[in-house]
């Protein structure tokens, strides 16, 4: 299950956002717009209430685990990560890493694999283009030559586990593997 919340404080981008959400519709019969049903049911929403009462202890241990992440993987040749944009208050929802097979040694589906192998479970980012789908592989914005940047971020970004209740005991073997250390000799 997926979903978010959006907050417009523009009253024509809140018109437009709720004709998207809503099949296009402005009224019973009026479509003004191609949309979406992006509608929560009851169920979702319950939810996302209650989350809303934890979120600024689950983002502030996401950003625990998103540090520790960034100090035992700051100097492995390879291995990049983004940093936090000053005056931007991030939400710490994923830790994409981005694997340099020529510096790190390995690829990231090498590396996928290897945590994988250790129970870790990362996920492959952007990946695979949906420009590789037989429905989109014949249009020529679809094309290599097009997509060069996409095309080699969609197979370096693995994003690590990154969840508020993550132990940091963990985070630092999920590292260990990273630096490359055997996961059987660690802690």
Do not use: W
Not at 9 to 19: A, E, G
Not at 46 to 68: P, Y
Not at 94 to 112: A, H
Not at 122 to 143: E, M, Q, V
């Amino acid at each position: 299950m997926e979903g978010g919340a959006i907050i417009c404080h523009d009253d024509k981008i809140k018109k437009r956002i709720d004709y998207l959400k809503n099949f296009g519709f402005a009224d019973e019969v009026t479509v003004v717009q191609p949309g979406i049903n992006a509608k929560m049911n009851e169920m979702q929403a319950a939810l996302g209430l209650l989350q809303l009462k934890e979120i600024d202890q689950n983002i502030a241990k996401r950003q625990e685990v998103a540090d520790l992440y960034r100090e035992k993987l700051q100097h492995v040749k390879g291995i990049r990560f983004l940093i936090d944009i000053k005056g931007t208050k991030h939400n710490y929802s994923y830790f994409p890493v981005f694997v340099d097979q020529e510096k790190y040694g390995k690829s990231r589906d090498e590396l996928y694999g290897e945590l994988k192998e250790n129970n870790i479970f990362g996920r492959r980012y952007f990946y695979p283009l949906i420009s590789t789908f037989p429905i989109y592989r014949g249009l020529d914005s679809a094309k290599s030559t097009n997509l060069a940047v996409a095309e080699k971020i969609a197979e370096q970004v693995i994003c690590l586990p990154d969840y508020p209740d993550l132990a940091l005991d963990d985070v630092k073997k999920i590292c260990d593997i990273i630096i490359g250390m055997d996961p059987k000799k660690v802690g």
